[in-house]
């Protein structure tokens, strides 16, 4: 069975998961640790409980999420796993650092690339691939069924939905996959995004003023 531990790192308020199994095999997701007191953090959550680090997960790459990816990569030498679509976006990053007012190294390490309807197993345990496009082209959302929940990203939020008006990003196409692959979802299945607090699908689909 899953845990996820939860933390909030760097100037974007972005979200960051460590998924573990009982077996304390373990997925960061989206390492946004921007900071070495945010590092140490994390870091050190991972040494307290003994987790093996099997992979290091990117529901996009966004610069917010992948602030911490070269340290994750370095200390623990585990392949990032990402939709292929999204390596544009990695590759952005460094120019997309310097207009924020700051340096960003290319990230150097392996990738690999997943797409729709794959599975990740850690042991038992499993998180099927959604394909999410519309906040960025290869958004995805790490869905486990028997859990009902996912980490989703900047797809869909409490209350409101990921931006479109970055680089590739589409307004039509986000609220098309929302409707079309994560509304037909379980209602009670709980969405940890990318900022802000978890929500459901139901809430989500009921009250959500953009639906």
Same mark, same amino acid.
């Given at each position: 069975?899953?845990?996820?531990?939860?933390?909030?790192?760097?100037?974007?308020?972005?979200?960051?998961?460590?998924?573990?199994? /009982? /077996?304390?095999? &373990?997925?960061?997701?989206?390492?946004?640790?921007?900071?070495?007191?945010?590092?140490?953090?994390?870091?050190?959550?991972?040494?307290?409980?003994?987790?093996?680090?099997?992979?290091?997960?990117?529901?996009? &790459?966004?610069? /917010?999420?992948? !602030?911490?990816?070269?340290? &994750?990569? /370095?200390?623990?030498?585990?392949?990032?796993?990402?939709?292929?679509?999204?390596?544009?976006?990695?590759?952005?990053?460094?120019?997309? &650092?310097?207009?924020?007012?700051?340096?960003?190294?290319?990230?150097?390490?392996?990738?690999?690339?997943?797409?729709?309807?794959?599975?990740?197993? !850690?042991?038992?345990?499993?998180?099927?691939?959604?394909?999410?496009?519309?906040?960025?082209?290869?958004?995805?959302?790490?869905?486990?069924?028997?859990?009902?929940?996912?980490?989703?990203?900047?797809?869909?939020?409490?209350?409101?939905?990921?931006?479109?008006?970055?680089?590739?990003?589409?307004?039509?196409?986000?609220?098309?996959?929302?409707?079309?692959?994560?509304?037909?979802?379980?209602?009670?299945?709980?969405?940890?995004?990318g900022h802000g607090n978890p929500t459901?699908?139901?809430?989500?689909?009921?009250?959500?003023?953009?639906?």
């Amino acid at each position: 069975m899953f845990q996820i531990k939860s933390f909030t790192f760097n100037p974007f308020s972005q979200n960051t998961y460590i998924v573990y199994n /009982d /077996d304390k095999d &373990a997925y960061i997701i989206d390492p946004g640790n921007f900071t070495d007191e945010e590092t140490n953090v994390l870091e050190q959550f991972i040494a307290d409980n003994d987790l093996k680090v099997k992979n290091i997960l990117l529901t996009h &790459a966004h610069i /917010d999420h992948v !602030l911490g990816l070269q340290k &994750a990569y /370095d200390k623990y030498q585990v392949p990032v796993v990402m939709h292929p679509l999204e390596q544009e976006m990695l590759d952005r990053n460094p120019m997309d &650092a310097n207009r924020f007012g700051f340096f960003f190294k290319p990230f150097v390490g392996k990738i690999s690339y997943v797409k729709e309807t794959e599975i990740l197993r !850690l042991g038992k345990d499993e998180f099927k691939i959604i394909h999410v496009p519309g906040h960025s082209p290869g958004s995805i959302a790490f869905h486990n069924e028997k859990q009902k929940f996912m980490i989703s990203g900047d797809v869909l939020f409490e209350g409101s939905i990921g931006r479109t008006d970055l680089y590739k990003g589409s307004h039509e196409e986000l609220i098309s996959n929302i409707k079309s692959k994560l509304f037909v979802l379980d209602q009670d299945t709980k969405v940890y995004n990318g900022h802000g607090n978890p929500t459901t699908i139901g809430y989500e689909k009921n009250y959500s003023p953009f639906f």
